[in-house]
C-alpha cells in the first residue's frame, strides 16, 4: 500500500452512514430489489423518474455512496462493484438503474478533477451528493471578477430529479473575445429542472429531463478544465487527496461503462421476462404444448442467457482494466492514454450491442401479445432502441475513430 493511500485511508471527515458495509453486501441488496422494482415498472415510466420510495430505498441501501471518496461520506467501492449493483437494478428495472447510475456515478469525477475546497464544500456536512453529467457544451461558463456566471441549457440531465447539485460541460469563457474551452461546471443552487422527460420512446422512467442556468455566479473552483477525450486526472486532485487510482482514469471509458451497465441489465431483464412467458404459456399451434418443451424457444433461451452474460463480463472486464490502467501511470510505467481509452470504450460498446441483440432476439421470438403496451418485453425492446440512438452507442462510429488512431490516420477533411 502507497503512503498516499495510508494517509487518505486514515481521514475521514464525514462519516460513512454504514461503515462496515461490503461490496458483496451492496449487490446482495440491489439484487435483492429485483421484484420490488419489477412491479413499479409502469409506476415508474408513468412518473418519468423514480419514485420517493425508490429513491428512499436508494439511499437506505448505500447506492448513491457506492463511488464517493471514503473521506467525504462515501464507501469508495470499485468500479467492478458499482457495475454489478447498477446492473442487478436495472434487470428489476432499467429506467431505475439509469435514473439511479446517472445520479450516483459522478461523485467519481468530481473525487478525481475537482480542487479539495470544492470537494469539501459540495460533499458537506453529510456525503449527500448527487449530480446528472450532460456532457455537451451546451452553455457557457464566463469568467468575471466574482467567479464565473453560467448560462444555458442542458438537455438528457439523467438523474436530475434525485440530485442535490448539478455538474454539466460548458465552454469556458475566460477573456473577452478569447476562444472558448470545453470543461465541467458544478452547480449548487440557481438551476431549474424542467418538466419535458418521458416522451422519447424508451427510458421514460429515467428522470432525464432539461436543465436550465440563467445567471448563475459560481466559485471559480468550481469550473474544471476537463476535456472528455483529451485528458486523464493523474495530476488531478483527487489521487493526492483520495489516493485512489480509481479518481485518475479518463471519462470516455467510464461513461460507456455506466451505460452499457444498465444495458446488460436490461438484458438480463429481457432473459426474466422471456423465462416467464415460456414457462407459463402453451404453443400457439398443436400439439399443444408448454413452450418451455420447444427446442427453439430452449434455443432461444440458451443464446440471450449467453448474450447477458457475455455483456456483463465485458463490462467488469473494463472497469479492472480502468483502474489498473490508472493505477499503472501513477506507478510510472505507461500512463493510461487516449488509446487505452479509446480501445476500453469501444470494447464496452460490443457488450452494449451484445445485450440489445438478446433483448431484440428474445422480443422477436415473444409473440406479438408480449409488445402491447404495458408488457415488460416491450418496454425492455424500447429501452434498448433508444440506447443505440445514444452518442455513446454509434458503435461503427467510433471503431472507426478507433482504427484511424491505430494506424495513425487525419480525419478526413
Not at 181 to 186: F, I, K, N, Q, R
Not at 244 to 269: D, E, H, K
Amino acid at each position: 500500500m502507497s503512503e498516499t493511500t495510508e494517509a487518505a485511508e486514515k481521514i475521514i471527515e464525514i462519516p460513512q452512514p454504514e461503515p462496515d458495509l461490503t461490496p458483496e453486501e451492496l449487490v446482495r441488496r440491489a439484487a435483492g430489489m429485483r421484484a420490488w422494482l419489477r412491479d413499479r415498472q409502469d409506476e415508474t415510466e408513468q412518473r418519468t423518474g423514480i419514485s420517493e420510495d425508490t429513491h428512499k430505498a436508494f439511499l437506505e441501501a448505500g447506492f448513491y455512496r457506492s463511488l464517493q471518496p471514503r473521506r467525504f461520506g462515501g464507501y469508495e467501492f470499485d468500479l467492478r462493484t458499482y457495475s454489478r449493483m447498477v446492473t442487478e437494478v436495472a434487470r428489476g428495472c432499467p429506467s431505475s438503474g439509469w435514473n439511479l447510475c446517472l445520479a450516483a456515478s459522478h461523485s467519481l469525477v468530481v473525487a478525481g478533477r475537482f480542487p479539495e475546497s470544492t470537494q469539501r464544500e459540495v460533499f458537506g456536512p453529510d456525503g449527500d451528493f448527487r449530480a446528472p453529467l450532460p456532457i455537451a457544451p451546451s452553455a457557457t461558463a464566463t469568467r468575471t471578477p466574482d467567479g464565473y456566471l453560467v448560462n444555458g441549457r442542458w438537455d438528457y440531465s439523467s438523474g436530475v430529479n434525485v440530485s442535490t447539485h448539478f455538474l454539466g460541460g460548458v465552454l469556458i469563457i475566460d477573456e473577452e473575445g478569447g476562444m472558448p474551452t470545453p470543461g465541467l461546471v458544478l452547480v449548487p443552487s440557481g438551476w431549474r429542472m424542467l418538466d419535458n422527460w418521458g416522451e422519447i420512446l424508451g427510458f421514460r422512467g429515467s428522470g432525464s429531463n432539461s436543465v436550465v442556468a440563467e445567471d448563475v455566479l459560481v466559485p471559480y473552483e468550481y469550473v474544471s478544465k476537463t476535456h472528455l477525450l483529451a485528458n486523464d486526472a493523474t495530476d488531478g486532485p483527487g489521487v493526492e487527496l483520495h489516493g485512489n487510482p480509481m479518481y485518475a482514469g479518463r471519462l470516455m471509458s467510464f461513461f460507456n461503462v455506466q451505460l452499457c451497465s444498465i444495458v446488460a441489465g436490461t438484458a438480463w431483464a429481457a432473459v426474466d421476462e422471456y423465462q416467464r412467458i415460456i414457462t407459463t404459456k402453451n404453443s400457439p399451434l398443436p400439439p399443444f404444448k408448454p413452450r418451455s418443451h420447444d427446442p427453439e424457444h430452449q434455443r432461444n433461451l440458451g443464446l440471450a442467457t449467453a448474450l447477458a452474460d457475455s455483456a456483463q463480463r465485458i463490462i467488469l472486464s473494463v472497469t479492472d482494466d480502468y483502474t489498473a490502467y490508472a493505477a499503472r501511470g501513477l506507478a510510472g510505467g505507461e500512463p493510461f492514454s487516449e488509446l487505452d481509452d479509446q480501445a476500453l470504450s469501444l470494447t464496452a460498446r460490443q457488450s452494449g450491442q451484445l445485450a440489445c441483440q438478446a433483448v431484440e432476439m428474445l422480443a422477436s421470438a415473444s409473440g406479438s401479445s408480449a409488445l402491447a403496451n404495458g408488457e415488460r418485453m416491450q418496454r425492455y425492446l424500447r429501452d434498448v432502441a433508444t440506447y443505440k440512438t445514444h452518442i455513446n452507442a454509434q458503435h461503427s462510429w467510433w471503431a472507426t475513430g478507433y482504427a484511424r488512431s491505430l494506424l495513425g490516420v487525419e480525419n478526413p477533411a
